[in-house]
């Protein structure tokens, strides 16, 4: 993928076909282009935001990408989608923020999760997004005896007195 300035583009392994990301319906999503006939069709049609390419299965023509699906911008949800745009589902609870990992098979996803004021923990999930175990938990115990605070999410009006920004 290339820098944040950059829109991301990967050729699929006929080297004919490639995913590009596109803003053009005012929000960055993904596209399935052929070299010689242009555009094949929208892989997502969102009204969020994608903000990044997890994994490209062409074995089983799907993508896995990251999304700020949920009420929360900040909150990155893993979705999976097939490359001609079809059955797009969310794979992670919409609570938590989430950096992932899939396995090469697809069948499983591990699941770092958390929010401002829950520390991370490390869940595997089964191909559909339900928790197969829970792996890892923060000990959040010298944090506690340390008497530290945690963060504060908050929310204010800009100077344009409608636009609700978080802080």
Do not use: C
């Not at 242009?38 to 990251?66: C, R, W």
């Not at 949800?77 to 490359?83: D, F, I, M, T």
């Not at 899939?102 to 923990?121: L, M, N, Q, R, W």
């Amino acid at each position: 993928s290339f820098t944040e300035n950059h829109p991301y583009m990967q050729y699929l392994d006929d080297q004919q076909r490639f995913i590009w990301e596109s803003e053009r319906n005012g929000f960055k999503n993904y596209y399935l282009y052929d070299l010689k006939a242009g555009l094949i069709n929208p892989i997502t049609s969102h009204e969020f935001e994608v903000a990044g390419v997890v994994k490209i299965d062409e074995a089983k023509n799907q993508l896995y990408y990251m999304a700020r699906s949920g009420d929360n911008h900040m909150k990155l949800q893993l979705h999976r989608v097939k490359l001609d745009g079809t059955d797009d589902v969310r794979l992670t609870d919409l609570a938590f923020f989430h950096s992932v990992s899939v396995s090469p098979d697809g069948k499983y996803v591990v699941d770092i999760a958390e929010t401002h004021d829950t520390p991370p923990f490390i869940q595997l999930l089964d191909a559909k997004g339900k928790v197969v175990a829970k792996l890892a938990e923060s000990d959040m115990s010298k944090f506690e005896e340390l008497g530290l605070k945690k963060t504060e999410i908050y929310t204010f009006t800009s100077a344009d007195g409608e636009t609700e920004l978080h802080g």
